[in-house]
């Protein structure tokens, strides 16, 4: 089946600029978590939503915000970009009940 | 969730075991015990998970003492390929709905 699948791979945008990523979940998954990974800080974890609510969020400012639609893919969206905000962003989907979570690719942003 | 504690890193030889321990003093009654594998700009992968005593699959062997308060990832007869950042993770009590927390990994170097 299918995996995690996230749009786009790669990505620049200029500071001040905003962004919005995509995750497609497994099929059936409705639990679908955001992280973010840089050098200097490593995984953290940014927000997860479980049919279209936000369950839980991590320390990050209101800047970074995520929303799942119905067919649970779900967009992150960052607002007024920093040069911090580069860093890989992880999307993982997990089936409700289950205990392991699967990653996407991730989307490599670049803030210039 | 509980916070663990694993080697920043370790180098082995080709065709040798490997052995990465992680502590989880504070591991919940219902929490799991999950290792991932991550390689630079991919996603984590999900490796192994146990609750106690010891678990196998086709990649690895999970070891968990009685107590719990820490967890063996032994991986057989490694390669160059196994390369990467190995993450234990504890939690997963709560079927989906939690922030997994990533400490800083473990870097595995093979030596060829």
């Known amino acids: 089946k299918a995996g995690v699948t996230q749009t786009p791979r790669y990505l620049i945008k200029t500071r001040g600029q905003q962004v919005t990523l995509s995750c497609s979940p497994i099929?059936?998954?409705?639990?679908v978590s955001w992280y973010q990974q840089t050098p200097g800080q490593g995984l953290q974890f940014l927000f997860e939503?479980?049919?279209?609510?936000?369950?839980n969020k991590g320390n990050f400012p209101g800047r970074f915000s995520g929303r799942q639609f119905s067919n649970s893919r779900s967009e992150m969206n960052v607002s007024t970009l920093e040069l911090g905000d580069s860093a890989l962003y992880l999307c993982?989907?997990?089936?409700?009940?289950?205990?392991?979570?699967?990653f996407g690719s991730g989307t490599r942003l670049t803030v210039v | 969730l509980a916070k663990t504690t694993q080697p920043i890193s370790m180098d082995s030889y080709e065709g040798q075991e490997v052995n990465i321990t992680c502590s989880h003093n504070?591991?919940?009654?219902?929490?799991?015990i999950t290792w991932y594998q991550q390689f630079p700009s991919q996603g984590p992968r999900f490796i192994i998970q146990?609750?106690?005593t010891k678990v196998t699959n086709e990649v690895a062997s999970l070891f968990i003492p009685a107590d719990r308060k820490s967890s063996t990832l032994s991986l057989p007869r490694v390669s160059l390929s196994d390369t990467a950042v190995y993450y234990c993770?504890?939690?997963?009590?709560?079927?989906?709905?939690?922030?997994?927390?990533f400490g800083t990994g473990t870097r595995l170097t093979i030596i060829p």
């Open positions: 993982a989907s997990s089936l409700e009940g289950a205990r392991g979570y699967t």
């Open positions: 099929s059936g998954h409705r639990s």
């Open positions: 939503y479980f049919s279209e609510t936000q369950r």
């Open positions: 504070n591991i919940a009654t219902n929490d799991y």
């Open positions: 146990g609750y106690k």
């Open positions: 993770l504890v939690g997963g009590s709560n079927f989906g709905n939690e922030k997994l927390t």
